[in-house]
């Protein structure tokens, strides 16, 4: 015999909601903070974002995931140029009128870093296609005997 068992929603703390929204937890509603989220409500949420959620992710203050993409840099490189808080969309475009020395630098470095990953990944591919080639030529050489 079979039970029927109630289908429970899936929840996530607010913390995790937060960071699938793309939002600074502390900047939320309280009751959003302190209670838990259902996937439906996350969902909806995302579909049909409210006033304070679109006016949260557009003046922030925005989490450093965010902060460190507007800038073009890694969260790494946030902290090495010492900012270590959330900041508002007005904050990080002063940081990027002033175009700080240290900005300049993870900017640079961050060019480097995608460069070298596309050069793996090609050297990857390459890898793998010599791999199969050579794969083939052998399968071909057994059929021959």
Same mark, same amino acid.
């Given at each position: 015999?079979? @039970?029927?068992?109630?289908?429970? @929603?899936?929840?996530?703390?607010?913390?995790?909601?937060?960071?699938?929204?793309?939002?600074?937890?502390?900047?939320?509603?309280?009751?959003?903070?302190?209670?838990?989220? @259902?996937?439906? !409500?996350?969902?909806?949420?995302?579909? !049909?974002?409210?006033?304070?959620?679109?006016?949260?992710?557009?003046?922030?203050?925005?989490?450093?995931?965010?902060?460190?993409?507007?800038?073009?840099? @890694?969260?790494?490189?946030?902290?090495?140029?010492?900012?270590?808080?959330?900041?508002?969309?007005?904050?990080?475009?002063?940081?990027?009128? !002033?175009?700080?020395?240290?900005?300049?630098?993870? +900017?640079?470095?961050?060019?480097?870093?995608?460069?070298?990953?596309? +050069?793996?990944? !090609?050297?990857?591919?390459?890898?793998? =296609?010599?791999? =199969?080639?050579?794969?083939?030529?052998?399968?071909?050489?057994?059929?021959? +005997?």
């Amino acid at each position: 015999m079979t @039970s029927l068992k109630q289908k429970t @929603s899936q929840t996530m703390k607010p913390a995790t909601a937060a960071k699938k929204l793309g939002i600074y937890l502390d900047a939320a509603p309280s009751d959003f903070q302190e209670g838990v989220v @259902s996937r439906e !409500e996350l969902n909806a949420l995302q579909a !049909e974002p409210p006033q304070w959620l679109q006016d949260l992710r557009k003046n922030g203050p925005h989490p450093r995931p965010v902060v460190a993409a507007k800038l073009g840099i @890694s969260i790494s490189g946030l902290a090495r140029g010492g900012v270590t808080e959330a900041l508002t969309t007005e904050q990080i475009e002063a940081i990027k009128a !002033e175009n700080p020395l240290w900005l300049q630098h993870e +900017r640079a470095n961050q060019v480097d870093v995608r460069k070298e990953a596309v +050069r793996i990944k !090609e050297k990857h591919e390459k890898e793998a =296609a010599a791999q =199969a080639a050579q794969a083939a030529k052998e399968a071909k050489a057994a059929q021959a +005997r």
